[in-house]
Structures are given as C-alpha cells and as structure tokens.
C-alpha cells in the first residue's frame, strides 16, 4: 500500500506561479512511476504530468507544456509539480497518483491516489 499526501495548493492570479508537493508513505518509492492529474468541476479527470521512477523520462500534456514541470526526490519520497504561468483553465483540484508500471497518462492505469489539493487561478 501506497499513502499519498498532497499540499501546495491555493488561490493564485493569473500569471502565477505556484508548486504542488506530494510526500508518499512507501519506502519503495523509487520503484513507483508517479503522475499529476486534475479535475475541474464538471469534467473529467485529466492527466497533467507523469514521471518515471529514474525521473529521466517525463510527460506532459500539451496544456500545460513548457508551462509545467514535474520533478522528484526519490530520498524524500516526494514528487513535486511546479506550475508557471498559470490560468483561470488551469483552475481544477490537482491529484497526485502512483502506479507500479510504466508511466501513462490513463488515470486507469494508476493504483493509488492521494487526496487531491485545490488550485484556483484568478482573471
């Protein structure tokens, strides 16, 4: 098993920045293929960003490329996703996940989740 614990999120404006940390329980974290994703209200869950267990292999979703960038520490146990430039569509609850496989950007595909962390962007 696999507790994931999101923080960082808020209220930010348009343009801002703002960095979301998930901290994982497993002490096998290193071993754990972890992904950003969000849902907006009345939308789907959608994938953000994916990281392999090395870090040496990175996705994004073309919404959010050059914008966002996901990163971990695999001697912290934690996977962070710093956002720039941000805007009101990016307003959704982020969630952190992880998966034993390979990195993917179906949220099926994903074994845990945390909690989720609201970010709001402000016009």
């Known amino acids: 098993q696999v507790q994931l614990v999101e923080s960082g999120g808020g209220l930010v404006q348009a343009g801002g920045s703002l960095r979301l940390s998930c901290a994982a329980s497993?002490?096998?974290?290193?071993?754990?293929?972890m992904g950003w994703f969000r849902q907006a209200p009345g939308k789907e869950r959608e994938f953000v960003a994916s990281i392999s267990w090395t870090g040496i292999r990175t996705d994004y979703a073309d919404s959010v490329k050059g914008r966002f960038t996901i990163s971990r520490d695999n001697a912290k146990n934690t996977v962070s996703l710093q956002m720039n430039s941000l805007k009101p569509e990016d307003t959704a609850v982020y969630y952190c996940?992880?998966?034993?496989?390979?990195?993917?950007?179906?949220?099926?595909?994903?074994?845990?989740w945390g909690q989720g962390t609201q970010v709001t962007v402000s016009s």
């Open positions: 497993r002490r096998t974290f290193s071993r754990l293929y």
């Open positions: 996940a992880a998966r034993e496989g390979p990195t993917a950007s179906d949220p099926k595909k994903y074994d845990y």
